[in-house]
């Protein structure tokens, strides 16, 4: 079975410094994996996407994110964070098994201290 | 590309009445939508899942009666909430899926914000 868990609920950081947001993962086989971002009342904005390319992947915004299988991790990063990062984020693993849904995580909360 | 709209954006109703709530793929043909809800500060909930033309698939423990979901093309699913009470007050987010395996992505509507009084 597949699952997504999201290390922290909520993570606080100053304006310019680097962001973490951790994402574990456990699935059987290599899977796709996402990161979405959802702005108070919006709909859910797509960061970046992991297919089995390359391991390390970057997104919009200037978020990249790596997969790492013998760690099972796929965390978010983004080296200086802007006041307009703060949002909920979203790490994502499609279910694939005989029917098809994403899995998400809890959510990460990211807010940027001026 | 692959645009999903919703509409409407906000709505308020009383309590018994019913409320639609629809959502096209703008730009490309959806062969799956989703229907989720949203509870403040959490995360999203999958209620059903839905295929043009064959009944939706609802998830455990959302009552199918309640939430009537069409989807009668493949740019256009609707959700419906009948007899609202102010405990179905939530936000609304449907998604669409082209298909096939080359991606597994949806896209994502703008959300509805339905408040029951």
């Known amino acids: 079975a597949q699952s997504v868990t999201q290390l922290d609920s909520h993570v606080s950081v100053s304006e310019g410094t680097p962001v973490l947001l951790r994402c574990n993962y456990s699935?059987?086989?290599?899977?796709?994996l996402f990161w979405y971002v959802q702005h108070p009342n919006k709909g859910l904005q797509l960061l970046l996407k992991?297919?089995?390319?390359?391991?390390l992947v970057k997104g919009i915004n200037g978020f990249e994110a790596e997969f790492k299988k013998s760690e099972t991790s796929f965390h978010l990063t983004k080296p200086s964070a802007h006041m307009s990062d703060a949002a909920e984020y979203f790490c994502?693993?499609?279910?694939?098994?005989?029917?098809?849904?994403?899995?998400f995580g809890t959510g990460t909360r990211l807010k940027v201290l001026a | 590309g692959a645009v999903v709209s919703q509409h409407p954006s906000r709505v308020i109703c009383k309590s018994g009445t019913s409320v639609k709530i629809e959502c096209r793929s703008l730009d490309f043909q959806a062969t799956t939508m989703f229907w989720y809800r949203q509870f403040p500060k959490q995360s999203l909930m999958l209620m059903a899942t839905?295929?043009?033309?064959?009944?939706?698939?609802?998830e455990q423990g959302v009552e199918k009666d309640k939430f009537l979901i069409n989807h009668a093309s493949l740019t256009l699913s609707t959700l419906t909430v009948t007899s609202a009470h102010p405990e179905d007050s939530s936000f609304y987010i449907c998604?669409?899926?082209?298909?096939?395996?080359?991606?597994?992505?949806?896209?994502f509507g703008p959300g509805t914000r339905l408040t029951v009084t």
């Open positions: 839905s295929n043009e033309g064959s009944k939706a698939t609802y």
């Open positions: 992991y297919t089995s390319a390359a391991t």
């Open positions: 994502v693993v499609p279910y694939t098994s005989g029917t098809y849904k994403y899995i």
């Open positions: 699935s059987s086989y290599s899977p796709s």
């Open positions: 998604s669409a899926w082209m298909g096939g395996v080359s991606s597994y992505e949806q896209y």
